[in-house]
């Protein structure tokens, strides 16, 4: 399978040469769109230093099955009809976080264009827990 594979490559260079560029960027376009992403350290910083705020944008049961201590709860699907709660948080930066990563780029971006200084989590509530980080049910 893996000679096919090179015999392909070095026969039709040129499409895999496109290939690879097309995949870079629509790669580069996915990062660009979520945002500016914070590691689980970042988000402990700023949430100690009173300049941030966690934004959990997951199911009302996914946040009662457990969640970052003192998160909001704001489900992805009602954060559009919901944002004026977080108007009293616009001088804090609001780290969205979410199950994986899927819905925390969309929201983040989103709640940017409302004037909000809004970041994501890298690796969402999974990537805290794997960490072995506090949850509070």
């Not at 580069?28 to 988000?43: A, K």
């Not at 108007?87 to 004037?115: C, F, M, N, P, W």
Request: aromatic content about 6%.
């Amino acid at each position: 399978m893996l000679a096919h594979l090179i015999e392909f490559a070095t026969h039709h260079y040129i499409l895999v040469g496109i290939f690879a560029v097309l995949l870079a960027l629509l790669a580069f376009t996915e990062l660009r769109r979520g945002g500016r992403t914070v590691s689980n350290r970042e988000l402990t910083a700023l949430v100690n230093s009173e300049q941030g705020v966690v934004l959990d944008v997951r199911s009302n049961k996914d946040f009662a099955s457990g969640h970052i201590v003192g998160a909001l709860n704001i489900p992805f699907d009602k954060l559009a009809s919901r944002q004026s709660e977080l108007e009293k948080y616009k001088a804090k930066t609001l780290i969205v976080v979410d199950a994986i990563g899927q819905h925390a780029g969309t929201a983040s971006r989103d709640l940017k264009k409302a004037g909000f200084d809004a970041v994501k989590l890298s690796g969402g509530i999974g990537s805290w827990r794997g960490d072995n980080l506090p949850v509070v049910k």
